[in-house]
């Protein structure tokens, strides 16, 4: 185990510290992201990716870069907008797996 700096809050579990290195460019998009979606923090937005990572192991890195590509489609405004169950249905999934 590291010598990362540990809390106990009253509140929830303990929390402990990691480092990360990301570049200098991810970072500005993780900020702008956390920023647009309206978490409070960086610290936030990062533990819900992460969080959200390790309850879907099956949405696969392929899934993410998919997602990241439409993002900027849509913002460049070279894609249109599909409907939740078109996604359902691109995802192989019934609406009833949720």
């Known amino acids: 185990m590291s010598d990362a700096d540990t809390t ?5 579990p303990e929390m402990v510290q990691i480092n ?3 570049s200098k460019a991810f970072l500005e998009d993780i900020d702008t992201t956390w920023k647009e ?4 923090s960086r ?3 990062l533990r819900y990716a992460a969080r959200d990572a390790v ?5 696969s890195r392929e ?3 998919q ?4 993002e900027h489609e849509l913002r460049s405004g070279d894609a249109e907008l599909v409907s939740r ?5 691109l995802m192989g999934r019934d609406e009833d797996d949720e």
């Not at 106990?8 to 929830?12: E, K, S, Y």
């Not at 997602?67 to 439409?70: G, K, T, V």
Request: hydrophobic share 35%; aromatic share 12%; glycine share 12%.
């Open 63 to 65: 899934g993410w870069k």
């Open 55 to 59: 309850k879907h192991p099956e949405f």
């Open 67 to 70: 997602i990241a590509a439409s």
């Open 37 to 40: 979606e309206g978490f409070n």
């Open 8 to 12: 106990t809050g009253d509140d929830g």
């Open 20 to 22: 990360l290195r990301l």
């Open 85 to 89: 169950e078109e996604v359902v249905e």
């Open 43 to 45: 610290s936030e937005f």
